[in-house]
């Protein structure tokens, strides 16, 4: 069945629109309700609400090349400001559930590669470069074209993929799963717990969690999701009153003794353009901003099919509502981002949460942007959700996602071998790029292997190419004598 037939076949499906706001983002007709698109807001922001808390500790505690470092608070409002305005223009322009904020992996470049070369305000100057170059790559059409490029099996393991991807996210984020320390003596990677077992209050929180969520989806309960997040936090709150919890992580359940803070725009504005070239020299600017573009490039790919193919927005070619505008905006929300000293902006895998709550459309945006608007205010009380009540949302939502997975050729080798890297990669990796990355090199090589390098689109060459560049971005540096 195609992702058309899906939203065709939803209850509501090809129903008059009952007003102007339903006809504006097309509710009724995608087979949503305002009910779901609010559920859905609403998951959307409280399973990445962790930037808010995240993106200024990783800003704030890293120092540019003259010895200066970000003021936290201003991060705070930044990071805030960004996520809310361009979530809420890429709901009303792109009329898709897809949230923006500061892009983990980006922030920790700007933070720990690129600003011990340069001043804040040059490595900000960076990231407004780069999001205007990958504006004018929208305008062109070749980014779109790139995305239309993709073969539609591998679409769908970009889509599984995230999946698994995000259910990691939620596993590692929650303390159920946690890297072994490099002095443990052995060659096990990643292991259950903090020490190899299940043990303090925050986990078994995440683990109530996952079978709370599970249960009600199970049995089709309206707002699934955004019930045990709510529901969980409760337990967290009430769980820290009681006892003395030391390992909530970034946030902890507790009811703040001030609700209302003033947001702090100083970091505003604050971004040189052209300062980076004179600090680190031409060469070393170009391999950061290549590096920055693809990463951004893909990963938003990766995001808009993803969260598009679980939300049933594909058609039946595979492409995604409305995609020029979807692109044009992301992109701009990497130059606010930069403008902003927020570090570059993008879409949020986290959408799929939403998603998964019912939302088909922009209006869940709205939602999610004020909410974030309300942060700019009221962080205190809004940033009281921990992670492990957060991240069952993303467990689930990776269950959901890979579902997809039946959807592949798996008896064709040229499909079967580049979904399976697509799919593996990117959760061992932690990265969407990385995932894209190997599945589109591998399928240009078995297509040739074949004697069918014919049936390559010339654009996936062209991705490939510049993906073993991106690969071998480590030894191209050490050749070219750049740090």
């Not at 679409?155 to 590692?172: H, P, T």
């Not at 359940?253 to 803070?261: F, G, K, L, S, T």
């Not at 510049?466 to 540096?477: E, S, V």
Request: charged share 15%; with cysteine.
């Amino acid at each position: 069945m195609s992702e058309t037939q899906k939203v065709a076949d939803r209850p509501g499906a090809g129903r008059p629109a009952p007003n102007s706001v339903d006809r504006f983002f097309r509710i009724t007709d995608r087979g949503s309700t305002f009910g779901r698109e609010v559920r859905g807001g609403f998951a959307t922001f409280f399973t990445m609400a962790y930037i808010l808390v995240l993106n200024p500790l990783i800003l704030g505690n890293a120092e540019d090349k003259f010895g200066q470092r970000l003021d936290s608070v201003q991060l705070v409002t930044a990071t805030a400001l960004v996520a809310a305005v361009m979530t809420i223009v890429m709901g009303v322009g792109g009329n898709l559930p897809l949230a923006l904020a500061a892009g983990l992996g980006l922030n920790a470049v700007v933070a720990f590669q690129i600003a011990p070369l340069m001043s804040w305000d040059d490595a900000m100057g960076l990231i407004v470069l780069e999001g205007l170059l990958i504006c004018v790559l929208v305008v062109t059409g070749l980014r779109e074209a790139v995305m239309h490029a993709i073969p539609q099996p591998l679409k769908q393991a970009i889509s599984v993929g995230i999946g698994l991807f995000i259910a990691f996210i939620g596993f590692v984020d929650a303390g159920f799963v946690s890297r072994v320390p490099d002095a443990a003596g052995t060659t096990v990677p990643v292991q259950l717990g903090g020490t190899g077992t299940l043990a303090g209050w925050p986990v078994l929180v995440f683990c109530l969690g996952v079978l709370l969520t599970v249960g009600l989806l199970a049995r089709k309960v309206r707002g699934a999701i955004l019930i045990s997040i709510v529901v969980m936090t409760i337990v967290a709150v009430v769980i820290d009153g009681l006892a003395d919890v030391r390992s909530w992580g970034l946030t902890t359940p507790e009811v703040p003794d001030d609700v209302v803070a003033s947001p702090d725009f100083g970091l505003l504005g604050d971004f040189s353009l052209v300062g980076a070239f004179g600090e680190a020299g031409v060469i070393t600017v170009v391999l950061l901003v290549f590096t920055l573009i693809l990463s951004d490039f893909f990963d938003t790919m990766g995001t808009v099919v993803g969260v598009s193919a679980e939300a049933g927005l594909l058609d039946e070619e595979g492409k995604v509502p409305g995609l020029g505008r979807v692109l044009l905006i992301d992109g701009a929300a990497a130059v606010a981002g930069g403008a902003s000293s927020a570090s570059s902006a993008t879409s949020y895998i986290e959408s799929a949460a939403g998603v998964g709550e019912g939302a088909r459309t922009g209006f869940a945006n709205l939602v999610t942007g004020g909410l974030f608007a309300c942060a700019l205010f009221l962080t205190p009380l809004l940033t009281i959700v921990p992670m492990q009540a957060a991240a069952p949302a993303l467990v689930a939502v990776g269950f959901l996602m890979m579902t997809q997975v039946k959807q592949v050729d798996w008896d064709r080798f040229e499909i079967a071998v580049p979904a399976f890297l697509t799919i593996a990669v990117m959760p061992f990796t932690y990265s969407i790029t990385n995932g894209i990355g190997a599945g589109f090199v591998s399928y240009v090589v078995i297509k040739t292997v074949l004697g069918r390098a014919k049936e390559v689109h010339w654009l996936l060459w062209g991705a490939s190419a510049l993906f073993l560049l991106y690969f071998a971005i480590a030894p191209l540096k050490q050749l070219l004598g750049v740090n």
